[in-house]
């Protein structure tokens, strides 16, 4: 069973904006806290942003400037809005909970040029 489906990834403009989506299963969404993260080429996997399920944020240092992150709990989905779009962005995104689920999604790939 699919617990973790990100999508909204694709080629980007530097300076644009997208928005990611993440859907889960009820047993991952329910009563947890998500998160988002990406995976740059030959890099770790890193933590973007989490949201608890009363909606409190905490971001990244990173992040703090040009990403959002929300949820809609009646669709089991979170969200991830980037803005001003930078070719450093270039990563595959990915949803979890948190603190994680022993399993990951596919992510969702999003390149950026300039």
């Known amino acids: 069973q699919v617990q973790l489906v990100e999508s909204g990834g694709g080629l980007f403009q530097a300076g644009g904006s997208l928005r990611l989506s993440c859907v889960a299963s009820?047993?991952?969404?329910?009563?947890?806290?998500l998160a988002w993260f990406r995976q740059r080429p030959g890099e770790e996997r890193e933590q973007i942003a989490r949201i608890s399920t009363n909606n409190r944020t905490t971001y990244a240092d990173f992040a703090k400037d040009r990403f959002v992150i929300s949820r809609d709990n009646a669709k089991n989905t979170i969200f991830l809005q980037l803005n001003s779009l930078r070719l450093e962005d270039t990563a595959g995104y990915y949803c979890n909970r948190w603190p994680l689920f022993p399993s990951w999604g596919q992510g969702t790939q999003v390149t950026v040029s300039s």
């Open positions: 009820d047993r991952v969404f329910k009563g947890h806290a």
